[in-house]
């Protein structure tokens, strides 16, 4: 007789083959709690295929690994933000995975192009090991971490995740942007002088609203430099973090507004109840299941700015 399987554990079948959608030329990369995963063939392979310390990983896989660890050691083992592998959040997850893929899948899964994509839902089974939860974000196969500080912009968005669910585009993208002066230095520090105006002016706060990536120059870095946040950056970590070819994670020892931002955070999950209560919210949970991204939060999110502002005058 034809054995039949029982609908229920089809459907177990199913969602474990729909959890794990590995590749046949999947490759996995591990340093420490980060796995890469990519291709090392085929359209989605990183396209530059340097293997400079002949381990048949390519280096920028490699160098990835490292941009991401060194944001790691520095923000959660440094500066005290939280990590995403120890908070509240996501309880029970150990690991953070990254998926290499093409820049076309990422546009046409997108819209639009980017370099990189953070997800604040846990993977239940992790690609490295079904048994295992992971985060996870992508970063897209024309990535060198040596030129290109994505890994760090969407390590920092699984920090701000880990630290509250307000999740507005001028605060979620511009403080990711701010980040990524850790690893790589702007140009040139605005010098802070417009920050009284920009929180005392209704106009300067709609634009600010309107803003995402753009909100680092706007706000962020001239919070940072106005209120004389500035760390040095261990020699210890500067000397520890090197790329494949030698060349340093860190730029220079110098980073400009931790303190701030952190704090800022801090304020921000304080505030949640209250955004949920005074957006008309069933509860907390509600809110942080559909009203993270609530325009009306952005004027809450202003007044965790001011707060942290005031408190250091
Ligand atoms: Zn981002």
Known sequence: MKKILPATLLTVLLVIFAAVPMNVNAAVYQQGVIYVIYDATGEAAPQNM????????????????????????????ELNFPDPLNCERFQGVTSIEIDIQSKERMTRDNGKSFTGMAYSKVRKNSKHNPNEQALHFRIANTVDPRRNSAPTHEYFHLIQYSSTYFQNKWFVEGMARWSQDAVSKINKY??????????????????????????????????????????TIPSRLVN????????????????????????????????????????????????RQKGRGDARNNKIIMDCVREVYNSEK
């Open 50 to 77: 340097t293997d400079l310390n002949s381990n048949g990983v390519p280096d920028v896989i490699e160098d990835i690994a490292t941009q991401i660890n060194a944001a790691r050691e520095l923000f959660n083992g």
């Open 240 to 287: 520890k973090y090197r790329y494949v070819d030698g060349s340093p994670v860190f730029h220079d020892d110098v980073f400009y507004g931790p303190n701030v931002m952190r704090k800022t955070l801090q304020v921000m999950k304080s505030k949640e109840e209250l955004a949920a209560a005074s957006e008309q919210y069933a509860n907390v949970g509600e809110w």
């Open 190 to 231: 605005p010098d802070g002088k417009n920050v009284e105006q920009i929180l005392n002016n209704e106009t300067e706060e709609e634009q600010l609203f309107r803003k995402s990536y753009g909100a680092s120059k706007f706000l962020w870095y001239p919070l940072a430099v106005n209120m004389n946040d500035k760390v």
